[in-house]
């Protein structure tokens, strides 16, 4: 939508401009309008006419509020390199489309020369800066995204950091095996399709070799591609239940064995490439649904982290203090206003501790 026909709506959002909205002008808050002039300032405009601008992805706006400040204990959560480099993610919310990604990748890295590189995903909503310099400045280069009218935290501080979680790695495992299984089924029915072709002139021993062959590219596909099942079947059995994994480790190994057995007894079928297909497909299947369980994960830890606010605790001293929620340890006494969320995890000891509600 052009900037010049945004007249009853606002030019940043592009939401309408209702009620006494139109009182500020061309914006329907002061956080769009503040966000419209640092991007001006920023030499930027080209944005509006990048981003697909629709009712079902308008553009983000910052919030107006009072408390405590989201970005405190922001460079406990940078990370320096032995040389000095800096390395900072960040969750951001409000990422619907390109122009967001250039949008902020331009604005850090225009704004702030230090920064060696400034690189958002728009699957992981994941911003990742490296810089040279102080720590400190992870807080300069956070009010800066949150002044283009986006919110941000530290990636992964709402659960396990993407590095370290185990469900992505077994992800990464997943599609490991099944590019294995697809090069060792595609290859296999190369084989088999030799086999029944030829299956008139084709004598019993070339007919055995082929065979072999595909017993070479099958068995070891099938001892690396089957471990999920294999290994989901056999913690089953021991509890003495069943599922699913059960009946397809056990159709997987006879067939596998089976066709072994009438290789070396220069049968005329084996099923070298039912078993590996097989297998594939299935893999296909595990990795889909792990792609999508990975995604709900990646979405609840993007909420989370985006809804830790800082903690106000009473110190030693009596007066209070405000931290972050990594940086919080056990105190007697702590502090929240009326309708705020309380999120907290601790070892309650025998004595129950006094909470001060302020109100």
Not at 28 to 47: E, K, N, R
Request: one cysteine or more.
């Amino acid at each position: 939508m052009p900037l010049d026909s945004l007249t009853t709506h606002c030019r940043h959002c592009g939401q309408p401009l209702l009620g006494a909205a139109t009182e500020r002008g061309a914006f329907c808050c002061q956080g769009c309008a503040g966000a419209y002039t640092l991007i001006h300032d920023l030499g930027l405009d080209a944005y509006y006419d990048r981003r697909p601008l629709d009712a079902a992805a308008p553009a983000a706006t910052v919030e107006e509020g009072e408390g405590a400040d989201p970005l405190l204990g922001l460079p406990e959560a940078v990370a320096t390199a032995p040389d000095g480099t800096c390395l900072l993610r960040l969750s951001v919310d409000g990422l619907h489309c390109g122009a967001c990604l250039w949008l902020i990748e331009a604005a850090v890295t225009k704004h702030h020369p230090e920064v060696q590189s400034a690189r958002a995903n728009l699957t992981t909503r994941c911003l990742t800066l490296r810089w040279t310099g102080a720590p400190a400045k992870a807080v300069e280069y956070a009010r800066l995204v949150t002044g283009l009218g986006y919110r941000v935290a530290p990636f992964g501080a709402g659960g396990t950091a993407a590095g370290a979680d185990p469900a992505a790695a077994q992800e990464r495992a997943l599609l490991r095996r099944m590019a294995l299984a697809g090069f060792a089924a595609a290859n296999v029915m190369l084989l088999s399709v030799s086999v029944w072709s030829g299956a008139d002139a084709m004598g019993d021993a070339t007919r055995t070799l082929l065979h072999w062959v595909s017993a070479l590219i099958a068995l070891p596909t099938v001892a690396i591609a089957g471990q999920p099942f294999f290994q989901s079947a056999l913690a089953a059995l021991r509890a003495g239940r069943t599922n699913m994994d059960v009946p397809i480790s056990v159709g997987v190994l006879l067939t596998t064995g089976m066709s072994v057995v009438m290789t070396a007894h220069h049968g005329e079928h084996a099923y070298f490439d039912g078993a590996v297909m097989l297998l594939f497909f299935l893999l296909v299947g595990r990795y889909l649904d792990s792609r999508s369980r990975g995604r709900a994960r990646s979405a609840a830890a993007h909420l989370l982290a985006l809804n830790q606010a800082p903690v106000t605790v009473l110190g030693a001293d009596g007066l209070p203090q405000i931290l972050p929620p990594p940086a919080c340890r056990w105190a007697p006494r702590c502090w929240w206003r009326r309708g705020s969320a309380l999120a907290w995890t601790a070892r309650w000891p025998r004595a129950c501790p006094t909470w001060t509600p302020a109100w």
